[in-house]
């Protein structure tokens, strides 16, 4: 069923494939393309002050075009929501990649490091800092490469990146010290220790700073000290040494990063910041698309060209991107009619998009109901007035830095979610709280998801609380016999490229492994709904007070025949490498399914998620269940 009547024929939505704090992610197919696409979707009502940061979001991702940051193709709003139909990244999270292999190899790093420098070299050089730079931000397509998302806290400085910001932002885990202080920083200096998180994680496989308690991962923060581990090379370490300075003006520079023999070794190419031209005059793409207009070239790539991130920018920038593929331009025909007339310039669908009170910026750009969206051209600077840089007209609901202490301690690890001061912006120079120096207490990190609103001053407890009230909407107790009674279908067959953060079993009843992992998630004291073969499962924190609050789906499928499957995915690998069969590897090799359990975190922090599937698998039958590849 459709549900948002604005998308219906023109994307067909399919399964969710993400939920951040403020977004869930649609899988959809562009349906004049057949291509596959990401439907971010943002529901207004919750979004309340942080419509803002979506604003800059749009803002940044229209201005941006690199091959390792996730493109834009449209945008659409509502009155009650806003779609952003992006490039979809099948391969997931490189996260979920890093907890796959436990700790990824020193080439494969440098070949996904290389990427990351590219783009946040290209990121600063347009005069954005993203400031949330973590694994779970950067996802992989399926070719490997990596994209960045999620530039809601990204930041451009008016008057470029050598003006310091003050906004207390990211995931404290990825913070720099002089955020930690809530001194005000350098977008670029922040994103670079941040990248020295990043590289020793995947080099690692573990964060080099980490503690239950905020207080103390915050003197180690501060500190600059961390475990340098044995089986990393010393080139290795002394790269991450120069990332993880302490001192902002001692750290290593990203135009430093570009060529750094570490980054080269083995490439000898500096890294290059490489400009996409994704919005060129694609004359085979233009001809195809005003074929089927049947409007000139010319008129086509006038209206393509103001680059409205409508239906047509979306259509254009999929045939682009297939054409750089080498796949064949074809174009289908639409259920609705008429599309656009592109000669008058008037809209005829999606016509109950409404003017939003809630959001002049975005709705302004409506032109006499006409053109749905704003455009800025790459590397314009945006005129979207943001909490960056319209200081007046920010929320000043609460001056204090979200890194310091909140009001209340909880007793209990709140998942080191990422956070923003909701206060002050980074054009007003705001005197930095100094960290507290009193003696540790477990407190509950300052983040989006606090319970407990009145733990949380200012807009934030607004914010939090209507991001846990949605959230707890999904939630429900599962009963086993509720169980029973959701039982339908056919759990779904796994192709060997879906067989990422997937645990094999060497049980062929996926009955039998549900009713294990039911009870497993019980003895964990996991709250789960089921739909169909997927458990929906909510960690409940004052259950498990070492480790925090995480929300994520264990799905049961089916793994597909193994001759098909290629070596290094063969689930009877990791069985070899494990030892945790029993059964010979030579008697698994045959035609039949074997029941895998794909995992998917949906909410909360990463490594509390790592730690829970860990604990869960392992409680769900020593006997059966591996865990692939992976340290989950
Ligand atoms: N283009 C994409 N292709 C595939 N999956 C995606 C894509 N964009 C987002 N996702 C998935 O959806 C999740 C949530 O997306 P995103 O981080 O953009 O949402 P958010 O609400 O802004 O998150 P946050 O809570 O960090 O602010 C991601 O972690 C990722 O797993």
Known sequence: MVKFLELKGFYELERTIGCGGFAKVKLATHLATGEKVAVKIMDKALLGADLARVKLEISALKSLSHENICKLYEVIEIETHIFLVMEYCSGGELFDHIVEKNRLTESESRMFFRQIVSAVAYLHTLGYAHRDLKPENILLDRHQNLKLIDFGLCAKPEGGMANPLYTSCGSPTYAAPELVQGKQYLGTEVDVWAMGVLLYTLLAGALPFDDVNIDSLYKKILSGKYEEPPFMSLESLRLIRCMLQVDPTKRITIKELLSHPWLTLGVLEPVQIMLQNSKMYQRECIGIMATHYNVENRTMWQHLKKWKYDYHTATYLLLVSKKKRGSGLKLYSLSVKPLIDIDKESTFRRKPILRSINSPALTDTINNGNNLHQHTPPGEVSKLKTEENTPNKTPKTN????????SKPSGIRKPYKRIRSPGPDDTSPVPAKKMSTEPSTPVSTPERKLTNSSDTPGSAKRVLGSIERSFQKVVNVLTPRKIEETITGRPPVLTSKELFNVSTTQCRDPEFVM??????????????????????????????????????????????????????????????????????VKNLKNKENFVGIRRKRLRGDSWCYKKVCEEILALTSKEFVSFSESAV
Do not use: M, W
């Open 399 to 406: 001056q204090s830095n979200k890194f310091a202490h909140p």
């Open 515 to 584: 009713i294990e992992l039911s009870k497993a998630l019980e003895k964990k004291g996991v709250t789960c709904k089921r739909k169909g073969f997927t458990l929906r499962g909510k960690l409940d924190p004052s259950a498990n007070k070492n480790l925090g609050e995480c929300s994520f789906e264990l799905e049961i499928c089916l793994i597909p025949d193994l001759h098909q499957l290629p070596q290094s995915n063969t689930p009877t690998k990791s069985i070899l490498k494990r030892g945790v069969y029993n059964t010979p």
